[in-house]
Each structure stands twice: as C-alpha cells, then as structure tokens.
C-alpha cells in the first residue's frame, strides 16, 4: 500500500484588512479564476507531495530558521505574461530581499533534507487571479491599480501551508 502524500508549501500569511482591499480588485476579466480570500497569502517555497514520514523532518529543520521581523508593503498589481495575454494577476511587495533572504533559508534546509525544490527564479506575490483557458489582457487593471498600496505589515513568522488539488 502507497504511503499518503502531503502537498506543503511554506508561506506568508496576510493580514484580513489587506485581503479584504485585495478582493476589490476582481473585475470582469473574461476567463479569470479569482482566488478566494482563504487562497491568498506569498508563497516562499512550494515544496510539493512530501511522503507522510518526512513531514516531522521538514518541520524540524524549518523550526529554527533564524527570522528577523520586517516591515512588508503590498503594492501594485503585475502579470506572469505578457498584460496583453497574462496567464496570472499578482500583487506585488516591497521590499524584496528579506522575503528573499527568508526563502533562500527555507530553501537551503529543505534541500539538506533531499527534497527537491524548484529551480525557477523567486519572484514573491500574491496571486489573484489565474487564466487558465486561455491568457487574458489585464492592461487596464494594472493601469487603475498603478501606484496603489493595499497596506504593509509585520513579519514575524512564516507557516507551513498544506493545500489539495481541485478534483
């Protein structure tokens, strides 16, 4: 019998004033799969299916990862793809690098544990939406949101997400 998998990932929570002026972004961009406020939070390192018996390993060796608190702003919206045909909408923060520092970290430790990581280039956001069907223009979004700050926030922790597939 196959051991059970878990789907981890380590992430960001956000505070619910912030996700609250993040859902008044949803507009009516044809083929866009919103995410709920439930789904929105900055993902530091997808892990993927971890085996049941390696999640108490992962938990230990994320558990004294060394975070000094900072200062995060959610600002402006952007795309993965081109805005004339985006496959996601995102929000971005600022700044940058502590979010990186803290996703190196992760990374190096769960990699100490031969967990294999990914290899594409961290770029942290907050996803709102996704195109699946077919890439979608969120030009005019971007522009209405150019500039705009939904709010900052203290981070002090990071967690450990666990999601399932949408069947």
């Not at 981890?8 to 083929?31: D, H, M, N, T, W």
């Not at 049941?52 to 558990?63: F, P, W």
Request: proline share 7%; charged share 20%; aromatic share 8%.
């Amino acid at each position: 019998m196959n051991k059970p998998m878990r789907r981890l990932f380590f992430g960001l929570e956000i505070p619910s004033q912030i996700k609250a002026r993040l859902l008044k972004v949803r507009a009516g961009v044809s083929g866009a799969k919103w995410q709920s406020v439930e789904q929105m939070h900055i993902t530091l390192l997808f892990l993927g299916d971890v085996k049941e018996e390696c999640l108490s390993s992962v938990c230990e060796v994320a558990h004294p990862i060394p975070l000094a608190p900072f200062e995060l702003s959610v600002a402006r919206l952007g795309s993965f793809g081109q805005p004339c045909a985006a496959r996601n909408l995102w929000a971005g923060v600022q700044p940058v690098s502590p979010v990186a520092s803290l996703h190196s970290a992760i990374k190096s430790q769960m990699e100490s544990l031969g967990l294999t990581t990914e290899s594409r280039a961290f770029r942290p956001h907050i996803t709102l939406a996704r195109f699946k069907r077919q890439p979608c223009s969120v030009q005019s979004l971007l522009a209405e949101y150019e500039g705009t700050v939904f709010g900052s926030f203290e981070v002090d922790q990071f967690v450990r997400f666990e999601s399932e597939l949408p069947v």
